[in-house]
């Protein structure tokens, strides 16, 4: 790092700033993909929850009343339901009510490509972190690795073996650092794919159901 830290580095702790500048600029790329990482993760949150993906009552309470023939009833239980399922349904429900078959499966099948494009926004973000960053950390190490035999190389015959573990020791700060950031990274992005594909099966289960409904309940 510079003698003039700039302002990101200033508005950090001493202690902070001075372990991230053991690791060289590889450790401060590492700690700014913690920080993007950690944004999406809590922006996933906060999307899924906006898509309800963990919701479907009502959902499940307007297919049983379609199967008993109740079109009204089920209109009457997705009415104003904003979850990705009932949005789905509802969809699913007019366009069978206004369309030939055809035409309405294809216009289900857009609106749940929609939703499942929404519900797996961010999560190529979280996959380049989980992949870049343990090479960042490779990098980091190999680049430290260098300096310290380029310095236990400048000693000469009074080259002091304390100073070559340091130089190394401090060199594999960013292998550790990039493998901390990477794990939780691609856990997190394990978790959100789960979540997206519970989503795919339902929306295609609740497509299904309400085109195989009895006639009556169209």
């Given at each position: 790092m510079p003698d003039d830290p700039g302002p990101l580095a200033a508005a950090l702790p001493a202690e902070l700033?001075?372990?991230?500048?053991?690791?060289?600029?590889?450790?401060?790329?590492?700690?700014?993909?913690?920080?993007?990482?950690?944004?999406?993760?809590?922006?996933?949150?906060?999307?899924?929850?906006?898509l309800g993906v963990w919701g479907g009552r009502a959902t499940e309470r307007a297919l049983a009343a379609l199967a008993a023939g109740r079109?009204?009833?089920?209109?009457?239980?997705?009415?104003?339901?904003?979850?990705?399922?009932?949005?789905?349904?509802?969809?699913?429900?007019a366009a069978r009510a206004a369309r030939e078959e055809?035409?309405?499966?294809?216009?289900?099948?857009?609106?749940?490509?929609?939703?499942?494009?929404?519900?797996?926004?961010?999560?190529?973000?979280?996959d380049v972190i989980a992949t870049i960053a343990p090479l960042l950390g490779l990098l980091g190490t190999v680049l430290g690795m260098?300096?310290?035999?380029?310095?236990?190389?400048?000693?000469?015959?009074?080259?002091?073996?304390?100073?070559?573990?340091?130089?190394?020791?401090?060199?594999?700060?960013?292998t550790a650092a990039g493998m901390s950031v990477a794990i939780p990274a691609a856990m997190a992005l394990a978790w959100a794919e789960g979540v997206v594909e519970r989503l795919r099966t339902d929306l295609e289960d609740i497509a299904t159901r309400v085109f195989l409904a009895p006639p009556g309940g169209g």
């Amino acid at each position: 790092m510079p003698d003039d830290p700039g302002p990101l580095a200033a508005a950090l702790p001493a202690e902070l700033v001075a372990f991230l500048n053991l690791g060289g600029p590889a450790m401060w790329a590492i700690a700014l993909l913690s920080v993007v990482a950690l944004a999406l993760v809590l922006w996933k949150l906060w999307a899924f929850l906006g898509l309800g993906v963990w919701g479907g009552r009502a959902t499940e309470r307007a297919l049983a009343a379609l199967a008993a023939g109740r079109p009204e009833a089920a209109a009457a239980a997705l009415a104003g339901r904003r979850g990705a399922r009932a949005r789905l349904a509802a969809a699913a429900l007019a366009a069978r009510a206004a369309r030939e078959e055809t035409a309405a499966r294809e216009e289900t099948a857009r609106l749940a490509r929609r939703i499942l494009a929404e519900a797996r926004a961010g999560l190529r973000g979280l996959d380049v972190i989980a992949t870049i960053a343990p090479l960042l950390g490779l990098l980091g190490t190999v680049l430290g690795m260098i300096g310290a035999f380029q310095a236990l190389q400048a000693t000469g015959t009074r080259a002091d073996p304390a100073v070559l573990a340091g130089g190394i020791w401090e060199a594999l700060l960013t292998t550790a650092a990039g493998m901390s950031v990477a794990i939780p990274a691609a856990m997190a992005l394990a978790w959100a794919e789960g979540v997206v594909e519970r989503l795919r099966t339902d929306l295609e289960d609740i497509a299904t159901r309400v085109f195989l409904a009895p006639p009556g309940g169209g």
